[in-house]
């Protein structure tokens, strides 16, 4: 089961759900179709439970360090504590896990802009991402909600094209930044999306 779901998380993530057959999948493992046939009904069935597998263990840690943060900061996080906790936590998967994790983010990233994807996301994150708005409410008292939301929005989205891995960054740099670099991105995209928040937060003069 496990080689199975590589393999379709690899495929997946290269090619998205409509890209990929039963087939594909049984070609890339070794096996007949018939076997997966007898495991997954469909496609989208094999699609979600790939989804899935990663899901709950960032999911886990990213809410364990989400609530070990609360706890130490005593009530009064900031922006960029709440950011860090829910940020590198996740990041430190794809640093640490090897190719398999790196494959995951990038269906991550590509299933997010799709209407399937975004189902998955709802389902398996908005607990540990309603908890990260609930500190970041904490931390910008006097924000406006909707503001902390679309500060939200923006991180996910820096989040999910950097799990892509395009390449786009390298071509662009000249080769001084790495696609594949999250230690580089680690070290930076917390505080750079804490002083957007902070940013975004001021009280606007047309709000007066």
Same mark, same amino acid.
């Given at each position: 089961?496990?080689? /199975?779901?590589?393999?379709? $998380? #690899?495929?997946?993530?290269? !090619?998205?759900?409509?890209? &990929?057959?039963?087939?594909?999948? @049984?070609?890339?493992? =070794?096996? !007949? !179709?018939?076997?997966?046939?007898?495991?997954?009904? +469909?496609?989208?069935?094999?699609?979600?439970? &790939?989804f899935a597998r990663r899901a709950g263990v960032t999911t886990a840690l990213r809410m364990q360090a989400l609530d070990q943060y609360d706890a130490d900061s005593k009530g009064k996080p900031t922006v960029e504590g709440a950011l860090r906790?829910?940020?590198?936590?996740?990041?430190?998967? #794809?640093?640490?896990? =090897? $190719?398999?994790?790196?494959? #995951? =983010?990038?269906?991550? @990233?590509? @299933?997010?802009?799709?209407?399937?994807?975004? $189902?998955?996301? +709802?389902?398996?994150?908005?607990? &540990?991402?309603?908890?990260?708005?609930?500190?970041?409410?904490?931390?910008?008292?006097? %924000?406006? $909600?909707?503001?902390?939301?679309?500060? #939200? !929005?923006? &991180?996910?989205?820096?989040?999910?094209?950097?799990?892509?891995?395009?390449?786009? /960054?390298?071509?662009?740099?000249?080769?001084? %930044?790495?696609?594949?670099?999250?230690?580089?991105?680690?070290?930076?995209? @917390?505080?750079?999306?804490?002083?957007?928040?902070?940013?975004? %937060?001021?009280?606007?003069?047309?709000?007066?």
């Open positions: 089961m496990e080689q /199975i779901l590589d393999a379709a $998380e #690899y495929l997946f993530s290269k !090619h998205g759900l409509h890209g &990929v057959t039963l087939k594909d999948v @049984a070609q890339r493992v =070794g096996a !007949h !179709h018939t076997l997966l046939n007898y495991y997954f009904t +469909d496609k989208k069935k094999l699609f979600d439970a &790939v906790a829910f940020l590198d936590t996740d990041l430190d998967l #794809y640093i640490q896990g =090897g $190719e398999g994790w790196k494959n #995951y =983010g990038a269906l991550g @990233a590509q @299933a997010s802009n799709t209407a399937e994807g975004a $189902e998955l996301m +709802d389902q398996h994150f908005d607990p &540990v991402v309603l908890r990260l708005i609930g500190l970041l409410k904490k931390a910008l008292p006097d %924000c406006a $909600e909707e503001d902390i939301f679309w500060g #939200y !929005h923006f &991180v996910t989205g820096a989040l999910m094209l950097t799990l892509a891995r395009t390449g786009r /960054i390298d071509r662009l740099s000249g080769g001084k %930044c790495k696609a594949d670099d999250f230690g580089a991105v680690k070290d930076r995209m @917390a505080s750079f999306m804490a002083a957007g928040f902070l940013d975004i %937060c001021k009280p606007r003069s047309g709000n007066a």
